[in-house]
């Protein structure tokens, strides 16, 4: 490749390429003659400050023609490539040929003269450019430096950078990458358990697996009250569709009122604000009735293993049992006093199940079961045959009594384990809601009376215990005594004469026990009430046993000292007198009776009761002299408690004659008593009946009731007859 030539290139009629415009004939300046004027190769020929390369050395133009004047504004208006210029140098020159164009200051405008060119030669004759060899001369200094602006120009304005925008960009978005992923962590480690149960709770089912109550047992393990296998129908608000008509076809089944099922059956929330999917309509149901309400396939309704409670004996110490709610709760008597230990704890089984039609378990959901663990037993002293006969003669004795109220007790002596408590009335504990509420009371317990004349021998016994008296002392007994503005009188009279101590207790005199009273003074014969049980509850085991009453010395007016130690003014239950005899049977020792013999866990572990409370009383010897002159209630003639005596058989006892209290007030007609032990010489077993009888007569049923009570009592644990044979033989009136 030929090198490069510096000449311009030209066009066939000899001109430069480049040209901004053609030579103009018209203007009689051939422009094609002006080398380096609108032409690229002027371009190149300008100098940053935009003059010419001869400018600025300062040499003339090479043709010898007059001089062109040209203004700068001329100069940049007439070169197209100025702008393209003032691009490249960044608006520099533009502002230096501003300073420039402006006029300094005390003189006129500076007129340039440029030097005029050689007109150009024809092709051919032109010589070729020459290299240029000297040195470009310095520009003028005579010129004085142009006045700056009064302020800088403003600058042109910055172009965004990509690159900052990309880094944003990019950070935004890493950003809302972390924050979805944190989410997403705490989603599935920390809250996915939170939202599985919530999901699962909506899926789930609930049945509830109730535990089996324990039974209650006599001494010889004969049921006295247990469960046995039933159903309970239950309902599901949510899959229920039309609630009237489902209670309207399960009344009749349940017994249960249309109302109330309704009731049962609208849908309820729940605490946790999920809706109701399982409500008891009936517990207890027997297994036939619950076939028929399953074959009326009810929405919503369903059926499901329960237990009932069966009373085998019906009303057989049902007073004493007591009995339970549908729901198996206890109500009253020892299922209600021992309910925590008989309930036990129910279980349920939570599993996931289907909607509608396919309300079934699903298989391979979620299923957990908590077993139920079943109650404890209870074992009592109660003994079943002995309970039997004592209701059994109880009720023949009572049922010419309209109105009335008796209780019986039988406790074994050494023990003071209750073998048998009956009451009148009594009722079928089968079917509670049919029965009167007096009925269902406990009458040992709760029964509130004045106990009379057989409160005498707690006042014998602290005189012989204190020294008052003694087994052979006598005293003349007056036909009646004064106390305050009341006399007490004898229904035996003496009229003066000396009277043994078993003769006032055969005749049951007033006048010498309140004699004998005085001697031994109130404080000491309040104390002996207290040590004999009076005054508080025995703590038995049965609920709402009364407490009884005494009246505290201060409280005591000169009438006082005549009816308290006859057994007036003091406010007992017929166990609390019970309990007080059979410390005398046993030697002086009170011990605390009780009807719970033990507890059998469900896995078959027996547990003994409670260990009953003792304390001494009086002395072996005290308590035997007792129980000796005692027994002249039974044997003297004309005794009060002849009706009394079992055949065969030594009978140390007591006849009473009180009121009962209702609220402290005293209630019509009169309450007779007899509380006796056998075999006297070494007592096995105290009775105690009381009967009121708002028509009196009471006193012919409470001495024939004993014997019988005591007799087969005897017979049936085969306690042989007294040794002895017969009491010894009591002298009333000594000479």
């Not at 009761?609 to 005692?630: K, Y």
């Not at 209290?661 to 309450?671: A, F, N, T």
């Amino acid at each position: 490749m030929p090198p490069r030539s510096d000449e311009p290139r030209r066009d066939p009629k000899g001109a430069r390429r480049g040209s901004s415009r053609d030579a103009n004939p018209a203007d009689g300046e051939p422009r094609a003659d002006e080398p380096g004027i609108g032409g690229i190769s002027g371009a190149r020929a300008y100098t940053p400050r935009g003059r010419t390369v001869r400018e600025e050395r300062g040499t003339p133009a090479r043709s010898g023609g007059a001089e062109q004047r040209r203004t700068p504004r001329s100069t940049r208006s007439g070169d197209p490539f100025r702008p393209a210029l003032q691009v490249l140098d960044g608006g520099r020159a533009a502002a230096r040929s501003g300073r420039r164009d402006a006029p300094a200051a005390g003189r006129g405008g500076v007129v340039r003269t440029v030097a005029p060119r050689t007109p150009r030669r024809p092709a051919g004759d032109e010589p070729p450019p020459r290299r240029r060899t000297t040195p470009r001369t310095p520009g003028r200094t005579d010129r004085p430096a142009a006045r700056r602006p009064s302020r800088k120009p403003p600058r042109p304005p910055k172009l965004a950078d990509p690159r900052l925008r990309l880094r944003l960009g990019t950070v935004l978005t890493l950003a809302l990458f972390v924050t979805i992923g944190i989410r997403l962590i705490f989603l599935q480690a920390v809250d996915a358990p939170a939202y599985a149960g919530a999901g699962v709770a909506d899926r789930t089912r609930t049945v509830e697996l109730p535990a089996p109550r324990g039974a209650i047992y006599d001494r010889t393990g004969e049921p006295l009250a247990h469960s046995v296998e039933a159903r309970y129908v239950f309902a599901d608000p949510v899959e229920i569709k039309d609630g009237p008509a489902t209670a309207k076809a399960l009344s009749p089944l349940l017994g249960i009122p249309v109302s109330k099922l309704t009731t049962l059956m609208k849908p309820r929330k729940l605490e946790n604000g999920n809706p109701s999917r399982f409500e008891y309509l009936a517990r207890g149901v027997e297994i036939p009735t619950a076939k028929q309400v399953l074959a009326l396939e009810l929405p919503g309704i369903g059926v499901h293993r329960d237990e009932r409670r069966e009373v085998p004996g019906g009303d057989l110490a049902a007073n004493l049992i007591g009995f339970t709610s549908q729901d198996m709760v206890g109500l009253e008597g020892l299922e209600a006093r021992y309910d925590e230990q008989l309930a036990g704890q129910d279980g349920k089984r939570v599993y996931e199940a289907g909607r509608s039609d396919l309300a079934a378990p699903i298989p391979g959901g979620y299923s957990k079961t908590t077993p139920a663990n079943p109650g404890s037993s209870l074992c009592l002293t109660i003994d079943r045959d002995l309970q039997f006969k004592t209701q059994q003669i109880l009720s023949a004795g009572m049922a010419q009594q309209r109105g009335g109220t008796a209780a019986a007790v039988i406790i074994d002596v050494p023990t003071g384990e209750v073998l048998a408590q009956a009451s009148h009335p009594t009722y079928d504990a089968k079917k509670p809601a049919d029965s009167d509420p007096v009925a269902r009371e406990d009458a040992a317990t709760s029964f509130v009376v004045d106990p009379g004349s057989v409160h005498k021998a707690i006042t014998f016994g602290a005189a012989l215990q204190e020294g008052v008296i003694t087994p052979d002392t006598t005293l003349p007994i007056a036909n009646s005594i004064k106390k305050g503005d009341t006399w007490f009188s004898d229904t035996h009279r003496a009229n003066g004469r000396k009277m043994s101590i078993p003769g006032m207790l055969a005749y049951s005199s007033n006048v010498g026990t309140i004699t004998i009273a005085d001697r031994l003074g109130p404080d000491r014969l309040i104390d002996y009430q207290k040590r004999f049980g009076l005054g508080q509850p025995t703590r038995e085991g049965l609920p709402g046993e009364a407490s009884g009453r005494l009246l505290p010395a201060d409280e005591w007016s000169e009438s006082s000292r005549g009816s308290v130690p006859i057994g007036h003014s003091v406010d007992a239950t017929p166990l609390q007198m019970a309990a007080a005899y059979a410390a005398i049977a046993n030697d002086g020792t009170y011990v605390q009776p009780h009807l719970v013999k033990e507890t059998i866990d469900p896995d078959g572990k027996r547990t003994p009761g409670p260990t009953p409370v003792t304390r001494s009383v009086l002395s072996p010897q005290n308590a035997a002299a007792l129980r000796t002159m005692l027994e002249a209630v039974t044997t003297v003639d004309g005794a009060t408690g002849v009706t009394a005596a079992v055949p065969g058989y030594r009978v140390a006892g007591k006849t009473g004659t009180g009121w009962r209290l209702v609220d402290g007030k005293k209630q019509p007609g009169e309450v007779s008593s007899f509380i006796g032990m056998a075999p006297a010489e070494k007592p096995r077993y105290v009775i105690a009946v009381f009967v009121y009888a708002p028509s009196g007569g009471g006193a012919a049923i409470a001495g024939p009731a004993f014997r019988d009570m005591m007799q087969f009592t005897l017979r049936h644990n085969r306690i042989p007859p007294s040794a002895s044979g017969s009491a010894p033989k009591f002298v009333v009136y000594p000479r």
